[in-house]
């Protein structure tokens, strides 16, 4: 008996070129690197030992070159370094796109979202009657030319009213959001690295919205003892500092980053791994790493009742789950009326993005 046989697709890698197939692997060790190429190249090279990516006809001076040809990297005439260029910062974007949004295409992690149909700006399969104010981009003419021809014969054509049928259309909000980042020194503690898949989010994050919902602003913040604002651009060189974790002062630029945007929908998604350990008190610092400081705590939850006045929800994604860090963001969310998700570093860029969609949806009649 005939039939066909079905299996998972895989890429075959034997069809990519020499060049190809490293760089795939150049860019992933940039990552882990903060943007040093000559780590990111030495790392290569001992790979390359051991794995056997290249043959004779082709090896890693061919791919350096390669990537000077193509626009991937420079090299600087006096010292000889290599550093990456802006082509290279938004493929490591790209990529970190793909690796997180293809994931939760594939396999989401319960579906959240709620459609609302209405006078909006994304076309939906319903279909409803004509009414007065609909737009010419919303008709179905295929239901309208059938419905034309069942209500007056097919020997003469007459197209009214009635037989309009319009797509409902899904309303999307203009939203903006700030993104912050712990950068204390816990986030490479004990042998597991926070940072990276924090960056990864960050930057698959920030290439959806320039690309997808180019109307919506994305503010990125990091904090350690102290917060500032980073560009885009920053990221792939994020790296992890001696510092303790002042949320405090993170809120605080977020809450004023948000006054200033105009749009009605604004957010603060906020990744970390820790409790809040330090205070800024004029020029001098109060630091305590031992427990939930009661001088920390109430100044943080003091800024989440603030930012619920200003109808800013913070949604926490903590990567960490001792019962007492549980404990405090359970009571942080509580006065913010936000959200609060217990993530492991494989699952934090499903959760940010299924949350960035479905907040980006209201209802709209």
């Known amino acids: 008996m005939r039939g066909f046989v079905f299996s998972e697709y895989r890429a075959d890698e034997n069809n990519k070129s020499p060049f190809e197939r490293l760089l795939n692997l150049f860019m992933e060790l940039l990552q882990y690197t903060s943007g040093d190429a000559t780590e990111a190249l030495d790392w290569l090279t001992q790979l390359d030992r051991e794995h056997k990516f290249t043959d004779k006809d082709y090896g890693i001076g061919d791919f350096?070159?390669?990537?000077?040809?193509?626009?991937?990297?420079?090299e600087e005439n006096q010292t000889g370094a290599y550093k990456i260029?802006?082509?290279?910062?938004?493929?490591?974007?790209k990529r970190s796109l793909e690796e997180i949004f293809g994931k939760l295409k594939k396999a989401?992690?319960?579906?959240?979202?709620v459609y609302q149909s209405g006078q909006g700006d994304e076309l939906n399969p319903e279909i409803r009657p004509y009414e007065f104010g609909d737009t010419l981009e919303s008709i179905d003419y295929t239901g309208t030319l059938k419905n034309a021809f069942i209500n007056h014969g097919v020997q003469s054509f007459s197209l009214k009213e009635d037989d309009l049928e319009i797509h409902e259309k899904d309303f999307k909000s203009q939203t903006s959001?700030?993104?912050?980042?712990?950068?204390?020194?816990?986030?490479?503690?004990?042998?597991?690295?926070?940072i990276t898949p924090a960056k990864k989010v960050a930057m698959a994050l920030s290439e959806l919205i320039t690309t997808r919902y180019p109307k919506d602003t994305l503010d990125i913040?990091?904090?350690?003892?102290?917060a500032w604002q980073i560009e885009m651009k920053d990221l792939p060189y994020l790296q992890v500092g001696p510092y303790h974790t002042n949320t405090v002062a993170g809120l605080e630029l977020a809450m004023d980053i948000l006054r200033r945007r105009k749009n009605p929908?604004?957010?603060v998604f906020l990744i970390t791994d820790g409790k809040p350990t330090c205070l800024k008190i004029g020029k001098k610092y109060y630091k305590n790493s031992f427990g939930i400081d009661s001088k920390i705590l109430n100044r943080t939850l003091n800024l989440a009742g603030q930012l619920k006045k200003l109808k800013i929800p913070v949604i926490t994604f903590m990567i960490a789950r001792d019962p007492y860090l549980q404990a405090f963001v359970r009571n942080f969310t509580e006065v913010n009326n936000g959200k609060a998700f217990y993530s492991s570093l494989d699952g934090l860029g499903s959760f940010v993005f299924e949350d960035y969609e479905r907040n980006k949806r209201k209802t709209m009649r």
């Open 221 to 226: 913040v990091v904090f350690g003892n102290d």
């Open 108 to 113: 989401r992690q319960g579906n959240h979202q």
């Open 265 to 267: 929908n604004k957010q």
């Open 177 to 194: 959001t700030v993104l912050m980042i712990d950068i204390s020194h816990s986030m490479i503690l004990y042998g597991e690295d926070r």
């Open 85 to 93: 260029t802006a082509k290279s910062e938004q493929t490591i974007r």
């Open 64 to 74: 350096i070159e390669d990537l000077k040809a193509n626009g991937y990297l420079t």
